[in-house]
Structure formats: structure tokens, C-alpha cells
């Protein structure tokens, strides 16, 4: 099974993985691993459990993504920020009403952020 998982993960990289999401065909994935005599949604679990990516299952093909750390994302991004955009990315967050942060709070734990 690591061995087909290795393969699985050469082909989403051969296609642009991680920097995009990448997707293939449902039903092969889940022909292929049963002709060599395991389950792919076990293949899945180990990609998700081993290598941090994630698959979402159609039924006409699997959308796979690389699961993503937000918060440190969002903690290099605003390292990166110069000292203005950073203050006026705080003003705005100041100036909001009790609504908007309320939304903007929701949004992030709707993220895994909070």
C-alpha cells in the first residue's frame, strides 16, 4: 500500500501538487487499489495521516490538496508585511463593527484558525 501511495503522490506532484489541487479519476483510484488488494480509502488515510494531504471525494474524481498550517501562513504573511500595510491592516480590524468582527471571528474558526 505505501508503495501505491508513493506512486499516488509522484502523480499529484507530476501535476502540480502541492502548489495547486490536484484531481483523478474516482472510480480508477478505487479499481487500482482493489486489483492489488487493498482498500484506497485506507491509501487515503495514510496520505492524510503521513504525508498532511487531503482528499475529497466525488463521483466522478478525488480532489486532492495539501493541508495547510493557517495560522503559521498567516503569521509569515503579516511578518512580511512592511510596518504600513501592517498598521492599516489593524486599523481596519479596529474600525469594525461588533457584527463585522463577530463574521470575521466565525470565519476564522470556520478556517481552523481559532
Given at each position: 500500500?505505501?508503495?501505491?501511495?508513493?506512486k499516488?503522490i509522484s502523480n499529484l506532484?507530476a501535476?502540480?501538487?502541492p502548489m495547486k489541487?490536484?484531481?483523478?479519476p474516482?472510480?480508477?483510484?478505487?479499481?487500482i487499489?482493489?486489483e492489488?488488494?487493498?482498500?484506497?480509502?485506507a491509501?487515503?488515510?495514510?496520505?492524510?495521516?503521513?504525508?498532511?494531504?487531503?482528499?475529497?471525494?466525488?463521483?466522478?474524481?478525488?480532489v486532492?490538496?495539501k493541508?495547510?498550517?493557517?495560522?503559521?501562513?498567516?503569521?509569515e504573511?503579516?511578518a512580511?508585511?512592511?510596518?504600513?500595510?501592517l498598521?492599516?491592516?489593524?486599523?481596519m480590524?479596529?474600525?469594525?463593527?461588533?457584527?463585522?468582527k463577530?463574521?470575521?471571528?466565525?470565519?476564522?474558526?470556520?478556517m481552523?484558525?481559532?
Amino acid at each position: 500500500m505505501k508503495e501505491f501511495a508513493k506512486k499516488v503522490i509522484s502523480n499529484l506532484e507530476a501535476n502540480g501538487f502541492p502548489m495547486k489541487k490536484v484531481s483523478l479519476p474516482t472510480e480508477k483510484m478505487f479499481e487500482i487499489a482493489d486489483e492489488k488488494g487493498f482498500s484506497f480509502n485506507a491509501v487515503l488515510d495514510h496520505l492524510k495521516a503521513n504525508h498532511q494531504i487531503n482528499a475529497e471525494i466525488g463521483s466522478e474524481k478525488i480532489v486532492f490538496s495539501k493541508e495547510v498550517d493557517m495560522l503559521k501562513q498567516a503569521q509569515e504573511m503579516m511578518a512580511n508585511m512592511d510596518p504600513h500595510e501592517l498598521k492599516r491592516m489593524q486599523d481596519m480590524i479596529m474600525n469594525m463593527s461588533p457584527e463585522q468582527k463577530e463574521e470575521l471571528m466565525k470565519k476564522g474558526k470556520d478556517m481552523g484558525l481559532i
